[in-house]
């Protein structure tokens, strides 16, 4: 087996780091070791394009990601066209992971209509057009003829779908090169998720080993165990607020959202969710974030790949209170990283 470890940072971890001390992250990313740098689009933060460019011209190796790209706010060919034009830039290192998003929308007066359809719809489009197709689809997504007037480097630049719910799950794996599931952090979630993505690829006539899985996980780490679950509970009001009013998710799990947080989640003032995070109980932070010491994490990471064979692991790494980036992503890829290794074995080592 040879695990594969991308590394994310969600847009409230990395609100305090100007554009221009970006490089630094990036460059650091790949010295520590990393295989893919994934760069945060929630709105309306600092842009992900623009964060991707600077980390291709910072870089040599690591792969640059953009999560995720959604259908509503930009159209899927405008999509492919900044993908592929990043992909040229970096020289064959740029990927995609659609979703169907939700932040911001209300601020844009969008509505997030047949989700799963419209992912399936837009990577259609992004993929057709990457291999230099004109591509039309009228269906949740509307495109004519779409193509790029350039060439895109080959091989294209591979399109995950990254999502929770089942149908998009589904459709990741009836359309998608790859499927990001988050962000269940228990092997019964990821086993059941990757059940969803081999249901449709097989329903699609596809091979389902033949698409790539991820599980990426909302991850806090730190030598305090409390501190690494505070730093944790407002990215799942998020999550949550993202899926609303999908709760199959958790209901699976034999949970239930407490009132107090669903009621404001309703309202759907996204800025509100700051109000309501500590609410958020310590049984779904363990549900929907790897949060804990190290050795707490390399447990749980452990457990879920030797449970469901995925070796894509992604850390979409939280800050604990008073933890710097620096220390986050080191403390990961230092301590976290080759403990899953050695829990797994000298196989797993590349």
């Known amino acids: 087996m040879a695990l594969t470890f991308h590394l994310g940072l969600p847009s409230p971890s990395i609100a305090d780091v100007p554009t221009a001390d970006w490089a630094g992250i990036a460059r650091d990313a790949e010295a520590l070791g990393y295989d893919c740098l994934w760069h945060s689009n929630e709105r309306f933060y600092r842009d992900m394009l623009v964060r991707m460019t600077v980390s291709t011209l910072a870089t040599e190796r690591i792969g640059i990601g953009g999560a995720i790209a959604e259908p509503y706010a930009v159209h899927p060919a405008v999509t492919a066209q900044g993908l592929a034009t990043l992909h040229e830039l970096s020289g064959g290192r740029a990927a995609i992971a659609l979703g169907a998003g939700g932040s911001g929308f209300p601020m844009m007066g969008i509505a997030r209509r047949r989700p799963a359809a419209s992912v399936a719809d837009a990577c259609r489009v992004i993929r057709g057009m990457l291999v230099g197709e004109e591509v039309t689809v009228d269906g949740a997504i509307k495109a004519h003829g779409a193509h790029l007037h350039f060439e895109a480097p080959q091989p294209p630049p591979p399109v995950w779908i990254a999502t929770r719910g089942d149908r998009t799950l589904q459709a990741a794996g009836a359309v998608a090169d790859g499927a990001v599931i988050a962000t269940y952090a228990r092997p019964e979630g990821v086993a059941a998720a990757l059940d969803f993505v081999r249901d449709?690829?097989?329903?699609?006539?596809?091979?389902?080993?033949?698409?790539?899985?991820?599980?990426?996980?909302?991850?806090?780490?730190?030598?305090?165990?409390?501190?690494?679950?505070?730093?944790?509970?407002?990215?799942?009001?998020?999550?949550?607020?993202?899926?609303?009013?999908?709760?199959?998710?958790?209901?699976?799990?034999?949970?239930?959202?407490?009132?107090?947080?669903?009621?404001?989640?309703?309202?759907?003032?996204?800025?509100?969710?700051?109000?309501?995070?500590?609410?958020?109980?310590?049984?779904?932070?363990?549900?929907?974030?790897?949060?804990?010491?190290?050795?707490?994490?390399?447990?749980?990471?452990?457990?879920?790949?030797?449970?469901?064979?995925?070796?894509?692991?992604?850390?979409?790494?939280?800050?604990?209170?008073?933890?710097?980036?620096?220390?986050?992503?080191?403390?990961?890829?230092?301590?976290?990283?080759?403990?899953?290794?050695?829990?797994?074995?000298?196989?797993?080592?590349?």
């Open 200 to 350: 449709g690829a097989r329903s699609a006539g596809r091979d389902p080993d033949g698409v790539r899985a991820m599980s990426r996980v909302d991850t806090c780490v730190h030598p305090d165990r409390e501190a690494a679950i505070a730093g944790s509970r407002l990215m799942v009001a998020k999550l949550l607020w993202t899926s609303y009013p999908d709760r199959g998710f958790v209901e699976r799990s034999g949970l239930e959202v407490p009132r107090e947080v669903e009621e404001v989640i309703a309202l759907r003032d996204y800025d509100a969710l700051h109000d309501i995070a500590e609410a958020v109980p310590d049984d779904l932070v363990a549900d929907f974030c790897w949060a804990g010491t190290p050795a707490d994490v390399v447990e749980r990471v452990a457990a879920i790949v030797r449970r469901t064979g995925i070796e894509d692991v992604g850390f979409w790494v939280l800050r604990a209170p008073g933890q710097s980036v620096a220390e986050a992503i080191r403390l990961v890829a230092e301590q976290v990283v080759p403990g899953v290794r050695a829990a797994l074995g000298e196989q797993a080592v590349r």
